[in-house]
């Protein structure tokens, strides 16, 4: 089975590592005309003619230069501006979210460049001062390391774990066989996901994955396997996919990041669905990913 939020990270480009403190070469690519920059005003993106907009380095404004890598033989980069211009056009400018739109059909080769970009500008807008000394910090290696004035401290960028797990109950491959999804505080009736959560210090993934699914629902978890990940710079995660099993099945909802949770079988599945009193995660969610591995094809219906 082909699963959708692979497609977001299916053409990944070379980070060119090696070359981020090299300021001659970095130089160099700069001046290649061929090479294209992607300008971040903050946190934020100006998609132009339905799609993303990559300048030539020569148009690009001045800001902190970021250089993503190369593919099939092109230099790419982000600029990071100051956030003013996004907040001067708010209608204008997306974060992440509002650009997975532009990130589809034959644009979607340009999404691992686009969240290489963003997840950097958004540790870069949160990322003020030293944690050490609170000094100012300065950055360098072609904007992958931030470093301070006063006290040389370095700082790199941070991911987060987070996991989402599709936690099953029943005779598996069975009618009866059950999912459990949830519905978060914020969303309307009838929209349900995966459920999922932050890793803790000292956790492992899998324990994380029985944690969060008991915290939420009450339901305890026993087998867990791991099934696939996506990177999901909103702002610094990376999603780790999980199955699960469960060993109850009584829901309990303790923690108010859920508001509902409910099971449901193949069947019951397919017929909101395609009612439309049940609507699933977008295509290119691994949570999508996981319930139609569940399932066992694609369903009707998405956020």
Not at 35 to 47: D, E, F, N, Q, W
Not at 115 to 133: P, Q, S
Not at 233 to 244: D, E, H, V
Request: glycine share 12%.
């Amino acid at each position: 089975m082909d699963f959708a939020h692979l497609a977001l990270t299916r053409d990944p480009h070379d980070r060119l590592g090696l070359h981020r403190t090299d300021d001659a070469w970095i130089d160099a690519r700069w001046a290649d005309p061929t090479g294209r920059v992607l300008v971040i005003s903050g946190t934020r993106v100006r998609p132009r003619d339905g799609g993303i907009e990559w300048l030539p380095t020569a148009e690009a404004p001045d800001g902190v230069r970021v250089l993503l890598g190369d593919r099939d033989g092109t230099t790419w980069w982000a600029v990071i501006v100051d956030a003013g211009l996004a907040k001067a056009e708010p209608d204008q400018w997306f974060p992440l979210r509002g650009l997975l739109p532009y990130l589809s059909g034959d644009a979607i080769g340009a999404a691992p460049l686009v969240f290489h970009a963003l997840g950097l500008a958004e540790w870069h807008w949160v990322t003020r001062h030293c944690a050490r000394c609170g000094g100012t910090l300065t950055p360098r290696a072609a904007g992958h390391e931030l470093v301070c004035e006063q006290c040389g401290k370095p700082q790199f960028p941070r991911t987060d774990p987070a996991v989402i797990m599709l936690i099953a109950a029943g005779d598996p491959g069975s009618d009866e066989e059950r999912c459990l999804l949830g519905r978060g505080p914020q969303w309307p009736e009838g929209r349900f996901s995966t459920l999922a959560g932050f890793c803790e210090p000292g956790e492992t993934l899998e324990d994380a994955v029985r944690r969060e699914v008991l915290e939420e629902t009450g339901v305890v978890v026993s087998e867990v396997s791991y099934f696939g990940n996506q990177p999901w710079p909103l702002p610094s995660s990376l999603m780790l996919g999980f199955l699960g099993r469960a060993v109850t099945e009584e829901i309990r909802l303790e923690d108010d990041d859920v508001v509902e949770a409910r099971w449901f079988t193949r069947a019951d599945m397919r017929e909101q669905a395609e009612a439309g009193t049940l609507v699933l995660p977008g295509g290119v969610s691994i949570s999508r990913s996981l319930v139609e591995h569940w399932y066992g094809g694609p369903l009707p219906g998405s956020w």
